[in-house]
């Protein structure tokens, strides 16, 4: 079956280090979305791409989150410097382009821990 | 802005019991709802979903139901089993150009042996 691939899925870092999180959605799916899970939250939309370009991220902190999916398939979360604040898990979803249904499908997550 | 509140935030229950989670969204315009699962530490896995022309939607042991004109959607899980302990997230889905989910923070669900 199908799945959402995120990588790595463990990443501690010190504050104020860059780190970067991977996400290979499912074949064919041309929307890809990065969630952050706050423990004890449910998840909140950071990003969200229809094929390489942005639709929304209104809550993406620009200024030190940044996202890209070059050429339309996967994509790269980075956040430069990071902070405490940052500890979270972070997850990757994709769906079809024209579903009827809206259904996104998720990946295992990254879980960041910030000293 | 939606909303969408779960409740109870914690419920333990022995095992076989019949249980009901609650969830609740302020705005009645949803498109679709969807059930997800979470074990600790992991993704989310899908459960089900119903669509807004829907009002339930059945696999297996679990049962939802979605009434719009309330605001409300309801997970059943009859004869629940240890297995079953996890955290259960509801979030609707908006509609329009980009379809967007609004998740509650979850029902975490201890079946005890």
């Known amino acids: 079956e199908a799945e959402v691939a995120q990588s790595p899925r463990y990443k501690i870092t010190e504050k104020s280090q860059a780190v970067a999180f991977w996400c290979d959605p499912i074949?064919?799916?041309?929307?890809l979305y990065w969630y952050r899970q706050i423990l004890g939250q449910g998840p909140e939309l950071l990003v969200q791409?229809?094929?390489?370009?942005?639709?929304?991220d209104s809550q993406l902190p620009k200024d030190r989150f940044s996202a890209e999916r070059l050429k339309g398939v996967d994509s790269t979360l980075k956040i430069q410097p990071a902070e405490l604040g940052d500890s979270a898990m972070y997850l990757c979803?994709?769906?079809?382009?024209?579903?009827?249904?809206?259904?996104?499908?998720f990946g295992p997550g990254t879980r960041l821990t910030v000293l | 802005k939606q909303e969408v509140t779960q409740i109870p935030a914690a419920l333990s229950v022995p095992e076989g019991e019949n249980l009901v989670l609650n969830c609740s969204f302020t705005?009645?315009?949803?498109?679709?709802l969807q059930w997800f699962r979470q074990d600790p530490g992991k993704g989310l896995t899908s459960l089900l979903l119903?669509?807004?022309?829907?009002r339930e939607q059945t696999s297996g042991r679990l049962n939802a139901s979605l009434d719009k004109s309330s605001g409300r959607s309801t997970l059943y899980i009859a004869a629940s089993q240890p297995g079953d302990s996890a955290t259960y997230l509801c979030?609707?889905?908006?509609?329009?150009?980009?379809?967007?989910?609004?998740f509650g923070k979850g029902t975490l669900l201890t079946v005890n042996p």
């Open positions: 979803a994709s769906s079809l382009a024209q579903t009827p249904s809206g259904e996104q499908f």
């Open positions: 074949s064919g799916h041309a929307t």
């Open positions: 791409f229809q094929d390489e370009s942005v639709v929304d």
């Open positions: 705005d009645s315009a949803i498109y679709n």
């Open positions: 119903i669509q807004s022309s829907q």
């Open positions: 979030a609707g889905i908006s509609g329009g150009s980009n379809y967007k989910l609004t």
